[in-house]
């Protein structure tokens, strides 16, 4: 048998071997036994000493392809063999995934923060600044320079926790309209503030009153401040918090600090104006109270009210949730309950 | 103020529904609380006759009664009430009709008789108690006798009257009467108002000023008149009359008091009648009361008044409480033939503060108390005289007896047009303005743009051009305002440092797995004194409404304690709570209470539920204070904090509770809960803490500034030591950085462990001691030097086992 012979059969023999292995284990123990250094290859090679000079070139070309021919035989098969590995682990690898996820221990902030935060965030992109105002507060800042001196009728209608005749559980966040307006230097600019905060009444707690609860102020002085600006500014806080199609309207009302004096509604978010239990089939929900700083109020915070005007607003946070959220015991807010903080989860 | 659009409808005329009336009230002038008919969610309720009235065989109260309602037989319907008698117009809800409370009447049986429907009392239609009257509250209504049986009751009873109940703010007093609304219905709907006003017939024989001398300090009344009637018979009112009051929400009680009511509802003028024959002599005096005076007022109360009252006198001392009720002793019965009628305008604040001590608000003092119009006080009196004289027969005396009489005049305001347009963002012209202030009824002269308005007094609330802006705007309409943003100077909004730090405490608790609560400000002095961080003396309210909410709090844990025991009760019981907020701090001998803002935690159960996949997770001390440190690191206070066994705190566990120190700056404490205080609030244990939030605020922060990270390796060392219980991490710890050399980049307590394998008072801790230098390779031997030195250290330091 010629030595080409040989290789040839040697290859067909390899070939078999190759494209039977199962595991890379044994197409390893082939390679190294076909192409190794005492491989039957080589030794074929070393048997063309005894070969004629001319045939060489031609055996040893020969049995250079049938080396190329095993090696990338071995190399497919190789390869082969991976993706069944691989195909077969990712089979054993199956899970359900309809199993639940793995819960994330994460806290939120209390539904009346939330309504908090959001129209803080539309005044500070609007360039109001936050304001912050004591808790105890003085009857001369609480009420008469908010116009209210003693014995005015409309002191009737909020009721106050005194600790003594000069101080008291603060009833509204409007003196912290008085106390920024003493201290603003109208020559850096215009006064454009909320502030945001609690504030008490002597009330018995149920359903609708709460003896604490919270309040937004906002107010804007400035020489050319209309009540167009107010409205404007109302129509943004209503669609923010209640949605872009919101329409608000307003209606005459009495505040001894504002004249013009407003309460806004809103068109009910519910039945989108259509009458429902929401809004008491009037389409409109009462929202907040609002009006053009009375000159009172100015010329007692030491402003000129000739040049000088503005508008002020006070909204109810908890009256806003109440009404975004249709939560209907405003003692819900201050018990705390997990499973009715929990359900006001939801951002943006 | 319940206005019946049939009464306004005298004085202006409006043709539109009741509903879009109310509609144009509430968007122009005041709230509208309701409105409604009487008659409305009734049903077949007609006029009966009472036929027969016999005694119910079996029944010792009910009656039969044949009713004719207009048809071919008599209804047979059976009664109980008291008054039943025959030959009466009486209510009749037939079967299937509807009466008040929407409850169904039907054919039925009654001990045995068949009844037709029922006979009914005004308050079984609908009437509220308070309006109706005495003598048939306990019965059955008698409608007049010339009611036509079978026809529907509600137009005898005014009950097919819309009626709009206004809810007056504070600053429209002119809209707490008829007259008042009228004008400004007229003013809305662009129409005048028809005012009747009644002539007074005077007798001529005899003069007022034989009867009265009044006396009144201008002070506490401004205005007081009176004017006496003779020879009056006190009787039911006519129909016509107990309807207006009744519709109006005011019971009907006699012709004389009617009247005083109905014009204090028409005017807006309170007016008080007195039964001459009851005073004492012929001086009335308006003055203040002496401290002690006793008045016993027509409610039956007897009052002990103060020298903040104003009274009517008479020579023996008071006889009516001024603008609030009258005195028991002059009180209007079956018996009065002279009349002595007031009118006046009493100080306001007095009568506010008189109402309030004496908890009497009335029609009367609420109107003082807001102000009359004070023009028609005379022509309010002149009216009430003449109709009590025509409702009781009687005889005005000529002339009115006046203890004081203020002049009235119009109050002048000027407005620029210019400065009504830049105040509402408006292109309003002249005349649209003046057609304005020309509907209200105000004067108005206009000169190069300005307006001068002259207000007649029944407006008292507008007195400033402010006022006036309010009125143009509302007539206008505030629908046709534009609406704009403000306009101006650009300024920067953003939040101050102090803000920020509070708002980013609040991300940073809620993003560590806290949930925030708001809790009440006020609790009980008790709670509000637990917890402290400071000396404090509370904060209380001088007149609480509850003894739950007392005092301002002085600490935040006690809120969230009960809003845990809240939960718990409710078998909520894995919580983990923060809250930020105020306490109320003050020191003795001062007022005011310092308010500081302060966070606060509170955890209980498990942190995490086990899930399928894992394993719970219980809350403990150590979990709070990673809490705690990751909160402090966050904001930038990184540096000499350290963590004190504290015992001193009565309302924490002893053992399981750490002082927090920046340096010698106490922040704070944290730690469980005493098992009293749990007990207390039927919790199981609780991990709290409190921090002062302004301390970290104001301390100064760690500057970030970037440091490169070695190139070269770290190598690390393990040690174990068994130790004596009582010595702490903390002293470890600072011995090994004491001693680790300069290469010692990190400590890290590996394992904490006490059990068997350990003898009894001695624990086992674990550290892992890593080595690294910036700027070169370290090499083992230098590692195993410093490492061996820190052992040996350790050793003698704290007599420590290696292990």
Same mark, same amino acid.
């Given at each position: 048998m010629g030595l080409k012979d040989k290789l040839t059969e040697l290859k067909e023999n390899a070939l078999k071997e190759i494209n039977t292995a199962e595991d890379l284990k044994k197409i390893n123990s082939i390679r190294v036994n076909l192409l190794g250094k005492k491989g039957p290859i080589t030794e074929v090679l070393r048997g063309m000493r005894d070969l004629p000079k001319e045939e060489r070139p031609n055996v040893g070309s020969f049995a250079n392809k049938v080396r190329d021919e095993l090696t990338s035989a071995i190399a497919e098969r190789k390869e082969r063999i991976e993706i069944i590995k691989i195909s077969k682990r990712l089979e054993e690898e199956k899970i359900d995934v309809t199993l639940p996820g793995v819960p994330v221990k994460a806290g939120q902030p209390h539904i009346i923060m939330q309504v908090i935060d959001q129209i803080e965030k539309l005044f500070l992109g609007?360039?109001?600044?936050?304001?912050?105002? &004591?808790?105890? /507060? +003085?009857?001369?800042?609480?009420? +008469?320079?908010?116009?209210?001196?003693?014995?005015?009728?409309?002191?009737?209608?909020?009721?106050?926790?005194?600790?003594?005749?000069?101080?008291?559980?603060?009833?509204?966040?409007?003196?912290?309209?008085?106390?920024? $307006? /003493?201290?603003?230097?109208?020559?850096?600019?215009?006064?454009?503030?909320?502030? &945001?905060?609690?504030?008490?009444?002597?009330?018995?707690?149920?359903?609708?009153?709460?003896?604490?609860?919270?309040?937004? /102020?906002?107010?804007?002085?400035?020489?050319?401040?209309?009540?167009?600006?107010?409205?404007?500014?109302?129509?943004l806080i209503a669609r923010t918090v209640f949605g872009e199609e919101r329409e608000i309207r307003l209606r005459p009302s009495y505040f001894p600090f504002t004249e013009p004096s407003v309460e806004v509604d809103v068109s009910c978010f519910k039945c989108n104006g259509q009458g429902c239990s929401v809004c008491k089939n009037t389409g409109w929900i009462e929202v907040l109270g609002a009006g053009m700083v009375h000159p009172n109020v100015l010329k007692m915070s030491g402003i000129d009210a000739d040049i000088y005007g503005g508008f002020a607003f006070g909204l109810g946070p908890d009256r806003f949730a109440m009404l975004k959220y249709g939560v209907d015991d405003i003692r819900e807010f201050y018990l705390n309950d997990v499973r009715f903080l929990k359900q006001f989860s939801q951002r943006g | 103020m319940k206005i019946s659009t049939k009464w306004l409808s005298d004085y202006v005329n409006v043709d539109v529904e009741p509903q879009v009336l109310a509609e144009k009230i509430e968007r122009t002038a005041v709230e509208v609380d309701e409105v409604y008919r009487l008659e409305d969610g009734l049903k077949k309720i007609v006029v009966g006759e009472t036929l027969k009235v016999a005694a119910h065989p079996n029944s010792d109260h009910l009656h039969i009664c044949q009713v004719d309602v207009g048809e071919d037989e008599p209804l047979q319907i059976i009664c109980g009430a008291p008054n039943i008698a025959a030959h009466k117009k009486v209510i009749v809800a037939l079967p299937n009709s509807r009466i008040a409370g929407n409850v169904k009447i039907k054919r039925g049986k009654m001990r045995g008789e068949v009844s037709e429907g029922m006979i009914c009392a005004l308050q079984e239609i609908g009437f509220t108690e308070g309006v109706v009257p005495k003598k048939f509250v306990d019965g059955i209504y008698f409608l007049p006798d010339n009611a036509e049986p079978g026809k529907p009751v509600y137009p005898y009873l005014g009950m097919d009257e819309d009626i709009i109940d206004l809810d007056v703010t504070p600053n429209r007093a002119d809209m707490l009467s008829m007259r008042g609304t009228a004008y400004e219905i007229a003013a809305i709907y662009n129409?005048?108002?028809?005012?009747?006003? *009644?002539?007074?017939?005077?007798?001529?024989?005899?003069?007022?000023?034989?009867?009265?001398? =009044?006396?009144?300090?201008?002070?506490?009344?401004?205005?007081?008149?009176?004017?006496?009637?003779?020879?009056?018979?006190?009787? +039911?009112?006519?129909?016509? =009359?107990?309807?207006?009051?009744?519709?109006?929400?005011?019971?009907?009680?006699?012709?004389?008091?009617?009247?005083?009511?109905?014009?204090? $509802?028409?005017?807006?003028?309170?007016?008080?009648?007195?039964?001459?024959?009851?005073?004492?002599?012929?001086?009335?005096?308006?003055?203040?009361?002496?401290?002690?005076?006793?008045?016993t007022t027509l409610d039956e109360q007897e009052r002990e008044l103060d020298e903040h009252d104003i009274v009517i006198a008479d020579d023996k001392g008071p006889i009516a409480l001024a603008g609030t009720m009258g005195g028991q002793s002059t009180e209007i019965d079956g018996g009065t033939t002279t009349v002595a009628l007031e009118a006046a305008v009493f100080n306001s604040s007095l009568i506010r503060k008189t109402a309030r001590r004496h908890n009497l608000h009335s029609e009367a003092s609420m109107r003082f108390e807001r102000g009359v119009n004070r023009a028609t006080v005379a022509e309010a009196l002149n009216t009430a005289a003449q109709l009590i004289a025509d409702l009781g027969e009687g005889e005005i005396v000529s002339g009115v007896a006046e203890g004081s009489l203020e002049a009235t005049t119009p109050v002048e305001v000027s407005i620029s047009l210019d400065k009504i347009n830049k105040v509402l963002g408006t292109d309003l012209t002249i005349d649209i303005v003046a057609d304005i202030f020309k509907r209200l009824e105000f004067g108005v002269e206009i000169n190069k743009n300005v307006f001068t308005v002259s207000v007649p007094p029944r407006r008292w609330d507008i007195s400033i051009p402010a006022d006036l802006i309010e009125e143009v705007a509302r007539i206008y309409g505030y629908d046709n305002l534009p609406a704009t943003l403000p306009k101006g100077e650009l300024t920067p909004g953003h939040y101050n440092y102090t803000q920020k730090i509070i708002r980013e405490t609040r991300q940073l608790l809620e993003a560590a797995g806290l949930t925030q609560a708001v809790s009440y400000g006020l609790t009980t002095t008790a709670k509000a004194q637990r917890f402290l961080m400071q000396p404090s003396e509370a904060t209380q309210l001088s007149f609480p409404m509850s003894s739950d909410r007392t005092t301002a709090r002085m600490n935040l844990i006690s809120g969230l304690l009960d809003d845990i025991a809240y939960n718990v009760a409710r078998k909520v019981k894995n919580i983990a709570f923060y809250e930020q907020g105020r306490v109320f701090y003050r020191e003795k001998g001062t007022e005011r209470p310092v308010e500081v803002e302060h966070v606060a935690g509170a955890l209980t159960g498990l942190f995490e539920t086990a899930t399928w996949h894992n394993t719970k997770t219980p809350v403990d001390f150590y979990l709070t204070k990673g809490i705690v440190e990751?909160? *402090?690191?966050?904001?930038?206070?990184?540096?000499?904090?350290?963590?004190?066994?504290?015992?001193?705190? /009565?309302? $924490?566990? &002893?053992?399981?509770? %750490?002082?927090?120190?920046?340096?010698?700056?106490?922040?704070?404490? *944290?730690?469980?809960?005493?098992?009293?205080? %749990?007990? +207390?609030?039927?919790?199981?244990?609780?991990?709290?803490?409190?921090?002062?939030?302004?301390?970290?605020?104001? $301390?100064?922060?760690?500057?970030?500034?970037?440091?490169?990270?070695?190139?070269? &390796?770290?190598i690390t060392r393990d040690v174990a030591l068994a130790v004596n219980k009582s010595i702490q991490n903390s002293e470890i710890v600072s011995c090994i950085r004491k001693n680790g050399g300069k290469n010692l980049a990190k400590v890290e307590l590996f394992d904490v462990y006490e059990g068997e394998h350990i003898a009894v008072n001695f624990k086992s801790l674990a550290y892992k001691l890593t080595y690294q230098n910036k700027k070169t390779t370290l090499l083992d031997e230098d590692v195993s030097k410093d490492f061996a030195k820190v052992v040996a250290e350790l050793k003698k330091e704290f007599d420590a086992e290696i292990r």
């Open positions: 609007m360039g109001y600044q936050v304001v912050d105002g &004591p808790e105890v /507060e +003085e009857d001369h800042y609480n009420f +008469e320079m908010m116009n209210l001196p003693k014995d005015h009728p409309a002191r009737d209608m909020q009721d106050t926790f005194y600790i003594t005749d000069k101080l008291l559980m603060r009833t509204q966040t409007s003196p912290v309209q008085a106390r920024t $307006m /003493e201290k603003h230097d109208f020559s850096k600019g215009p006064l454009k503030m909320i502030s &945001p905060g609690k504030v008490y009444r002597r009330d018995t707690d149920d359903a609708t009153h709460s003896h604490q609860f919270h309040q937004i /102020e906002g107010l804007v002085i400035d020489k050319n401040i209309t009540m167009a600006d107010l409205k404007g500014t109302l129509q | 129409k005048k108002v028809s005012l009747p006003h *009644l002539e007074v017939k005077e007798s001529t024989k005899d003069n007022v000023a034989d009867y009265l001398k =009044l006396k009144a300090d201008t002070e506490l009344a401004s205005t007081y008149l009176m004017r006496l009637i003779k020879n009056v018979t006190v009787k +039911e009112s006519p129909l016509w =009359l107990q309807k207006r009051l009744w519709n109006a929400g005011v019971r009907p009680l006699n012709n004389i008091v009617d009247v005083t009511n109905y014009v204090l $509802m028409d005017y807006g003028q309170p007016l008080h009648s007195f039964d001459y024959g009851k005073i004492n002599g012929n001086n009335i005096t308006v003055r203040l009361a002496k401290a002690g005076e006793i008045l990751h909160l *402090l690191h966050t904001l930038g206070v990184t540096e000499n904090i350290r963590y004190v066994q504290a015992n001193g705190h /009565e309302e $924490m566990h &002893p053992g399981r509770t %750490a002082d927090v120190y920046v340096g010698n700056e106490f922040l704070g404490f *944290l730690g469980e809960i005493h098992p009293n205080i %749990a007990k +207390e609030y039927h919790i199981e244990r609780t991990y709290i803490f409190e921090l002062d939030l302004k301390k970290i605020i104001t $301390m100064p922060k760690q500057l970030e500034i970037y440091t490169p990270i070695s190139k070269y &390796p770290a």
